[in-house]
């Protein structure tokens, strides 16, 4: 199964340099439907930047819940693991 998910520029870009290969999102009702009930079944993310045509397809590694790294992010959020370099061609 794929998950979509829309990237601002910055960590769209993050990724396609190899600096980032954690995605996190919010824990909400909306993510946890979307994430966390599917664990089981999600084996590959596609990342668009922002709303334009670009997108890279990453491998799933696993999710998990987890705090994040980032200054003013204190919380824990779901975090895709996928390896920055796994490109997958469509």
Same mark, same amino acid.
């Given at each position: 199964?794929?998950?979509?998910?829309?990237? @601002?520029? &910055? $960590?769209?870009?993050? %990724?396609?340099?190899? =600096?980032?290969? *954690?995605?996190?999102?919010?824990? @909400?009702? &909306? $993510?946890?439907?979307? %994430?966390?009930?599917? =664990?089981?079944? *999600?084996?590959?993310?596609?990342?668009?930047?922002?709303?334009?045509?670009?997108?890279?397809?990453? =491998?799933?590694?696993?999710?998990?819940?987890?705090?994040?790294?980032?200054?003013?992010?204190?919380?824990?959020?779901? =975090?895709?693991?996928?390896?920055?370099?796994?490109?997958?061609?469509?």
């Amino acid at each position: 199964m794929t998950i979509h998910l829309v990237l @601002t520029y &910055y $960590w769209f870009d993050e %990724i396609i340099a190899g =600096r980032k290969n *954690i995605e996190y999102r919010k824990m @909400t009702k &909306y $993510w946890k439907k979307r %994430i966390w009930d599917n =664990r089981n079944y *999600i084996n590959r993310v596609r990342f668009s930047r922002g709303y334009t045509n670009k997108y890279i397809f990453r =491998r799933v590694l696993g999710i998990d819940i987890g705090t994040c790294p980032y200054d003013g992010w204190d919380s824990e959020y779901y =975090r895709l693991h996928f390896k920055p370099t796994d490109l997958i061609k469509e």
